[in-house]
């Protein structure tokens, strides 16, 4: 019913940048909360960022100033920038959305895209 689609993974250099998109599709009215989530090697799953449909952000106290979420309310879109990349970084990123109305008048809870795969290494 919502489809959500990362994209703008790959392969980044120690101190550099990338920026990551997710648009969300479907028979949607509104989203409360989009973020981002990842999962590093050996490591537990953990939150990056979220926003609210406000503009409110919440951020893993070791990414702030680091890396910004954003997102486009009218593409349904959240994006993540990531600067000043570590190896540590390195880590499949998941979207998802929390509290989507959708245009039918149902809601659903939370969904999650598949996945993009960031890697920082030189």
């Known amino acids: 019913q919502v489809q959500l689609v990362e994209s703008g993974g790959g392969l980044g250099q120690p101190g550099g940048s990338l920026r990551l998109s997710c648009a969300a599709s479907g028979s949607i009215f509104s989203i409360n909360v989009m973020g981002w989530y990842r999962q590093a090697p050996g490591k537990q799953f953990e939150l990056v960022a979220t926003i609210t449909s406000g503009g409110s952000t919440s951020y893993a106290d070791s990414l702030k100033g680091r890396f910004t979420i954003s997102r486009d309310n009218a593409k349904n879109t959240v994006y993540l920038q990531m600067n000043s990349l570590k190896p540590e970084d390195t880590a499949v990123y998941y979207c998802?959305?929390?509290?989507?109305?959708?245009?039918?008048?149902?809601?659903?809870?939370?969904?999650w895209g598949q996945g993009t795969q960031v890697t920082v290494s030189s």
């Open positions: 998802t959305a929390q509290d989507i109305s959708t245009d039918r008048g149902s809601t659903i809870g939370r969904s």
